[in-house]
Nanobody, 130 residues
Framework: RLVESGGDSVQSGGSLRLSCQVT????????LGWFRQALGKDREYREG??????????TYVDSVKGRFTVSRDTADNTLVLQMDNLQSDDTAMYYC???????????????????????WGQGTRVTVSS
């Protein structure tokens, strides 16, 4: 189960911290991630923001590099997305996602492939005004 929180309305240049409570993953090998869906866009147009693999590797979409930072807090089973210098293009519903891996060497689905992730939260809304 994935439960997101932290979405809010901020002005351009502001910061937000999104959290995703992860429970029931049941595997030491996994992929976690954040995708976002702009208002009015269908689910198939969800954009990958960042992928976090259980071995600690991360992959960010180019548009957020240097502004967003993902981290995993294993103590309370959360995936945290720190978002700084937010811009109006960052306005979207943000979804936490997860996928169990059978083996440590298995790759995570790419940021362009949301269908590669089979667990999703309900989303948290981020609105950035200029």
């Amino acid at each position: 189960r994935l439960v997101e929180s932290g979405g809010d309305s901020v002005q351009s240049g502001g910061s937000l911290r999104l959290s995703c409570q992860v429970t029931g993953l049941g595997s030491q090998h996994y992929c976690l991630g954040w995708f976002r869906q702009a208002l009015g866009k269908d689910r198939e147009y969800r954009e990958g923001v960042v992928i976090f693999k259980s071995d600690g590797t991360t992959t960010y979409v180019d548009s957020v590099k240097g502004r967003f930072t993902v981290s995993r807090d294993t103590a309370d089973n959360t995936l945290v997305l720190q978002m700084d210098n937010l811009q109006s293009d960052d306005t979207a519903m943000y979804y936490c996602t997860a996928h169990r891996l059978s083996y440590s060497y298995t790759s995570c689905a790419s940021l362009r492939n949301p269908t590669g992730y089979n667990y999703w939260g309900q989303g948290t809304r981020v609105t950035v005004s200029s």
